[in-house]
């Protein structure tokens, strides 16, 4: 089966009079995508079918206020229906020793997210003045984003948990859907900014204003399937969240010849309300009652599944969400050195030095299990790296979650000054620009983390009780914190032979990513948790290094132009491994996911 592509654009340019010019332009594309999901872990007939419509357009009306002044206003939105379904009517099942997934998704969904922006700009340039010059820029703007989405009903609203390759069933969860929810957030920004050119200094500085509010409208469930009841819920309107964030940069040439320049720089950014989001929401879905509700039972294999609540696990989601009313929005800093060195007239080597402090990260906290609650020691016999012999067998000590707490559930949104992550990179680099029919950029970069998480994996940048700082004694001994240098070495070049005869190539060199040996643990009250008992870094995976070259020849026919291209990517056909299997157990170990082999691509490029 394949998955299909379909492209549509549209372009128009109008000149109004000779101040004032109008621009649109428009994309409809559709992506439908047969085995959605498939891995290591999920046969074909376990994916899903999805497809993917999605839009973006925009219009904009430029003009001349002046000589020296000009006024932009943009308008633009973009969305899609993406439409995800099981490719077999079966219920979804997990094995916990194996990782196999097999039936039909857990997760099918209908997501429609909306977005659309106004904006306004007016610019300046003061030329020529006692005191430098200036290219002064100040504007507004207007966001809206809605996301309606729909969780649709997997087989029977259940995924079943075993043991030894289907063998021993485990447990099994219920899911109260299907239903229908929206999430909303407006966006107001203003700015001003200025840059400031003065004999050998150059500064860039200016101010931004962002303000939030997330909001979601009345809403209800209608008691559709077997696990969900008929419920209504009040619309809710966040407090608004403010940033107020400064940058500024300064550039400095200390001998007047144009060869070095010295260069300081300091940002701060705002997390956008709008970005963040739990995979189906927005930022709202944290406080939304409106949420799908998982329960985890233990099981004996018995099907139709009649919940018993003395079997009860644990709870996720839910209606029971709260805000912290002092709740802000996280921010990363950034400071930057550097030094640029012309050597020749044509080569600039660069040094550069960054270093980002994210702070103020947000966290779901489940308020309704306290730390304290895991107070049970249960030993646990951590089979070790080879699994099949008791040589590097190892006992650990384990928390039991006291059962009165069990399946208990109550998030509330907020701050966590814990979760901090600082990132730091040095980076070297030669640029030669393009002379004699050549050019090269060549650079090497290393790089600290020191961090939870990155905020893109951390439940889509709010942390919860499986990510992040973690909540509970089990996950604070067994974490995924991570800490470690990586390096990237990379060349790119091009060099342009008689008779039309174009060559380029790029060579990187990236370390692996690490990672670290996970654990499915057994003989807990609140069931079945996967701890990372060898840590981050640990194991690093292959160092990754491709190379591609291209070779383009071009002709020129009336006013027509005709390139021929031909592309190798991975010439040195590495099969480098990118993720294995960090699960204890037989497969242990083994290649997931690979580099692409050597991929060689014909095309012929049209310029009229």
Not at 170 to 187: C, L, R, W
Not at 244 to 249: C, F, T, Y
């Amino acid at each position: 089966m394949y998955t299909t592509l379909r492209n549509h654009a549209a372009k128009l340019n109008y000149q109004l009079s000779t101040k004032h010019r109008l621009a649109y332009s428009g994309q409809f594309n559709t992506k439908s995508l047969p085995n959605s999901g498939a891995s290591a872990f999920v046969d074909s007939a376990s994916t899903s079918l999805t497809d993917f419509p999605y839009w973006i357009q925009g219009a904009s009306l430029t003009s001349v206020l002046s000589n020296r002044s000009t006024l932009e206003l943009v308008w633009g939105e973009f969305g899609w229906k993406w439409w995800t379904r099981p490719g077999a009517d079966e219920i979804a099942r997990e094995d916990l020793d194996t990782r196999l997934v097999r039936g039909g998704r857990m997760s099918p969904f209908i997501d429609q997210s909306h977005h659309m922006n106004a904006s306004a700009v007016w610019s300046l340039i003061a030329s020529g003045t006692r005191t430098g010059s200036h290219s002064f820029r100040a504007g507004y703007s207007y966001l809206y984003e809605g996301a309606p989405y729909t969780f649709l009903a997997p087989k029977d609203s259940i995924k079943t948990f075993w043991r030894g390759g289907f063998k021993t069933p485990a447990e099994i969860e219920t899911y109260d859907t299907p239903f229908s929810f929206e999430n909303s957030v407006s966006h107001q920004a203003a700015f001003v900014n200025d840059t400031w050119s003065i004999g050998r200094l150059s500064f860039n500085g200016g101010v931004r204003f962002d303000s939030f509010l997330p909001y979601y409208d009345q809403q209800g469930k209608a008691g559709d399937g077997p696990f969900q009841q008929a419920v209504t819920y009040p619309g809710f309107t966040f407090h608004r969240l403010n940033g107020l964030v400064p940058r500024a940069s300064v550039v400095y040439d200390p001998f007047g010849n144009g060869h070095t320049a010295i260069k300081v720089a300091y940002g701060r950014y705002m997390y956008n309300a709008g970005t963040i989001t739990n995979a189906n929401s927005m930022m709202a879905g944290f406080v939304n009652p409106m949420a799908k509700t998982t329960k985890r039972y233990r099981w004996s294999g018995t099907l139709p599944f009649v919940p018993n609540p003395s079997l009860l696990i644990s709870t996720t989601g839910g209606p029971n969400r709260s805000l912290d009313p002092n709740l802000e929005l996280p921010y990363t800093d950034e400071f930057v050195a550097g030094l640029d060195q012309q050597i020749m007239r044509d080569m600039t080597i660069r040094f550069n030095y960054v270093r980002k402090l994210e702070r103020n990260r947000m966290k779901s906290q489940n308020t309704a299990i306290p730390f304290s609650a895991y107070n049970i020691p249960v030993t646990f016999i951590d089979r070790g790296r080879d699994f099949a012999s008791a040589a590097d067998d190892r006992p650990i000590t384990l928390y039991s979650l006291d059962p009165k707490f069990l399946g208990q559930r109550a998030d509330l949104l907020t701050n966590d000054p814990l979760n901090t992550s600082d990132f730091e990179t040095y980076n070297v680099e030669a640029v030669k620009r393009l002379s004699n029919k050549s050019q090269l950029l060549t650079g090497f970069d290393v790089s600290h983390y020191d961090t939870w998480g990155f905020a893109s994996a951390i439940s889509q940048d709010i942390a919860t009780d499986t990510g992040g700082v973690p909540q509970d004694p089990n996950r604070l001994t067994y974490n995924n914190y991570l800490n470690y240098w990586h390096w990237q070495v990379k060349a790119l070049g091009s060099y342009e032979f008689p008779h039309g005869i174009g060559f380029s190539a790029s060579v990187r060199a990236t370390k692996g990513e690490p990672y670290g040996r996970t654990v499915n643990t057994t003989g807990l009250t609140q069931g079945t948790v996967s701890l990372t008992v060898e840590p981050q870094g640990t194991f690093f995976y292959s160092t990754v290094m491709l190379v591609d070259v291209r070779l383009a020849k071009s002709v020129t026919l009336g006013k027509t132009r005709i390139e021929g291209l031909l592309d190798v990517f991975n010439i040195n056909n590495s099969s480098a491994v990118l993720s294995a299997n960090n699960q204890t157990g037989a497969t242990f170990g083994y290649a997931l996911t690979t580099v692409n082999p050597r991929i060689a691509r014909i095309g012929v490029r049209f310029t009229f």
